[in-house]
């Protein structure tokens, strides 16, 4: 594989932070096309584009790629195309990770194709490759929600080359990832924990919807992704540590905000202290008595730990 470059302490030049953004931009699309076999069946009718409740997390630096993509302010595109979202932990439910994300369905597409291509999200660029990469393909393959996924219903095998810049472009992404939420949110993972809010959270649902029990058992009602995304905007984007997201959006409009956030990107130390914040020890906030409270907890179930 060649050696491309991806250091993230990519120069200012002429005091322009901006075109940083444009040579990192450039290489993601590079290493998105580069050894992939991969290609969209023509027949496709991106579902992943348009289904609600397939959320897509993205960066600052999708941000600023895109609003210099669309020769548009940050805040101007961050408006109309994107907001906050939580995303369901694997190990839990109930464990929710803050992240920006697109709106949905995309309103980045237009025709049936991506109008933002050269500098669509890392998970787009890296979907279905990925779950290659993790072993998961199969799985993912036989779940309802993926019926109407071409790609996911025919054989796929991806090259020991393709599978390195896989991985590369994955690692990319957690630094995308962690930096964003430290800029944001003066922290790295952000999650809450909303296991402490059934009653609102059902009050909130309305007509719920009912899956099949198991023998002996009550009905399990389902609380949509919707619901709990609504009552997340609604009660607790505005507490700490996540409030004041728009003034932080609204800076990275000026150069100065642009190289704030660059000078994190840059910062290695940094990046090593939040990857070292492993699923053994994060910070977990409830929203108790109308603030969000957060303690460190572990995301490990008991059965996975090991003394």
């Known amino acids: 594989m060649q050696n491309f470059i991806i250091n993230p302490a990519l120069t200012c030049q002429s005091g ?3 075109s940083w953004v444009s040579e990192y931009l450039q290489t993601r699309a590079h290493l998105a096309s580069y050894g992939s076999d991969f290609n969209c069946d023509p027949a496709c009718t991106r579902p992943g584009c348009k289904n609600l409740d397939l959320q897509i997390p993205v ?28 995303y369901s932990h694997h190990e839990d439910d109930w464990i929710r990770l803050v992240s920006l994300k697109l709106k949905k369905p995309c309103p980045f597409l237009e025709n049936d194709r991506c109008s933002i291509y050269p500098v669509r999200p890392l998970p787009c660029i890296v979907f279905p490759e990925y779950l290659v990469n993790e072993g998961v393909y199969e799985e993912n393959a036989n779940q309802a929600h993926f019926k109407d996924y071409l790609c996911l219903h025919r054989p796929f095998i991806l090259s020991p080359e393709r599978a390195k810049v896989v991985a590369k472009l994955r690692t990319m992404w957690e630094r995308e990832r962690l930096i964003s939420s430290f800029y944001l949110f003066n922290q790295g993972s952000c999650y809450i924990d909303f296991s ?7 009050e909130a649902a309305g007509n719920l919807k009912e899956v099949e029990p198991a023998e002996g058992s009550e009905p399990v009602r389902i609380i949509p992704n919707q619901v709990i995304e609504q009552f997340f905007l609604e009660r607790m984007a505005d507490c700490q540590p996540l409030a004041g997201l728009r003034e932080k959006i609204d800076h990275l409009n000026n150069q100065e905000g642009q190289r704030e956030f660059l000078q994190l990107w840059q910062d290695d130390l940094l990046m ?17 008595k109308g603030k969000l409270q957060g303690r460190r907890r572990s995301l490990i179930p008991a059965e996975y730990k090991f003394y």
């Not at 090593?272 to 108790?288: G, Y």
């Open 272 to 288: 090593k202290k939040l990857n070292n914040v492993a699923d053994d020890r994060v910070l977990v906030f409830r929203l108790i």
């Open 196 to 202: 402490n809010l059934p009653k609102e959270l059902l």
């Open 59 to 86: 960066s600052i630096v999708d941000l600023l790629g895109a609003a210099r993509y669309r020769n548009e302010s940050v805040s101007a595109i961050y408006s109309r195309h994107y907001s906050l979202g939580v």
């Open 16 to 18: 322009y932070p901006c």
